[in-house]
């Protein structure tokens, strides 16, 4: 996205397996033109305003949505 004044808003996103968890990672964030190189790529410490944000499909993560019954459930049994 192009901003009134010439800043581009970036994201992008990528899938990463690990111990046969799935997450997804994606970064957003602000950046001038002039800062994105020849190959376009734009070098991390100059993303203005940058999140990262990790959403993950597994058991790891399926653990970490339970609720609080089945979590103490789990816990006791």
């Known amino acids: 996205?192009?901003?009134?004044?010439?800043?581009?808003?970036?994201?992008?996103?990528?899938?990463?397996?690990?111990?046969?968890?799935?997450?997804?990672?994606?970064?957003?964030?602000?950046?001038?033109?002039?800062?994105?190189a020849i190959d376009n790529t734009i070098p991390s410490n100059i993303i203005a305003s940058a999140e990262v944000k990790y959403d993950g499909k597994g058991t790891i993560a399926d653990t970490q949505k339970q609720g609080i019954l089945t979590r103490v459930f789990r816990f006791l049994f």
Do not use: F
Request: charged share 30%.
């Open 1 to 36: 996205e192009i901003m009134e004044n010439g800043v581009l808003r970036i994201e992008g996103s990528r899938l990463i397996t690990i111990n046969k968890e799935t997450q997804k990672v994606t970064l957003t964030g602000l950046v001038r033109p002039e800062d994105i």
